[in-house]
């Protein structure tokens, strides 16, 4: 007889991501019938050493972008592979995948096809043990919410105004529990639309569902996230900080970063100093990815002056990639890692990464991707790893609410063993 925990077949299926791209589905059976799905997201600011995310190119479909080639490989050499391991045995899952691409990016079966499979796998074991995927993945001691970086306001690559910020953020950390942190940032979001229309702004939203209006200044950007706070009854920097994602990969131009809302191009020194000054000014927490993805020299000589005050992230520095990791604590490049599983592509590898950040002191943010699904695993994967922080978008639209309903159900489902963590799990160090 089959083992219940064996895999038993895999299926895939092209579905629509929040952009309405394709993206893959895997859906897992084990030996006792327990069935899992499990959907990927897709980046916008991609960082340029991902895990390579496999599209089929053809034009005639999806404009390139579908995703047939992956659903294929899974349903034919992968599930080939993994058929008969043991769902409770990730790591031997995840290597199996590895070992059968036989790439060190992910290249030859697709990032996006081994990534569902790896996250199926995981969501299949935790429903036949009849235990949340949390406690699958953090054991009898997981308990803590995560303190959310909520995006309200989106520029960058993923709004289509003039804001050089990829991401203006709020951090209810002042909150006491995570249902009150989310509820503080509803709040704030209602009153920044009213203010946004005040002002005569368009309120559409962009791709995290934040406010993407027509600004063109960070500073604008972040005096209306005070504003909003302020007048919804909290403390700016108290209760809630501020975060940016500058994703500044996005504006190197020739050498030099390009703020073009500004009208400013900096070498990495100017940069910096554009930073401070705004750290100076506004009760800014963290900053993601402030310099390149390849810039260490530029985020070393930040980390150095900045990183006693300041998180910094390392988003497309470190792409969850536990080598890029390694070089970044060796040279003190950040003090905190953003993880997302499809920038490398296995769970095993999502957690080593995370694992490696937390020993060297850096904190960890889990994170969502700009194009999102209804697939809630990062909810699970930042209480079960007690990463104390997660960035899953704003306060509208289904993608990114299905992450903090998640978070709201596990936090009920604790009852009074859920700790919220608040600011302890903000990094100011080093
Ligand atoms: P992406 O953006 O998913 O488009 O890469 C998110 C981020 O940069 O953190
Ligand atoms: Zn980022």
Redesign the pocket.
Known sequence: MMTATVLRSLRAREILDSRGHPTIAVEVTLGAGTRALAAV?A????GAHEAHERRDGDQERYHGRGVRQAVQAVEGEIQDAVIGLDAMDQRVVDDALNELDGTSDKSRLGANALLGVSLATARAAAQCQGIPLYRHLGGLTARILPAPFMNLLNGG??ARNRLDV??FMIVPSGASTFGEALRWGAEIFHVLADLLAEAGHGIGLG?EGGFAPPLDSTEDAIEFLLRATERAGYQPGEQVGIAL?A?AGELLDNGRYRLKGEDLALEAGGLAAYWTALVDRYPIVSI??PFGDDDWNAWQAFAATEGNRLQIVG??LFVTNVDRLDRGIRDRAANAL?AKPNQVGTLSETLDAIRTAAAAGLSVIV?????ETEDTTIADLAVGTGSGQI?TGSLARGERTAKYNRLLAIEDELGSGAQYAGWQALRRGR
């Open positions: 997201p980046g916008a600011s991609t690559a993923h990829q991401e791709d994602d994703a993601e990815d988003d497309d953003l994170s969502h991707r700009s194009g960035k």
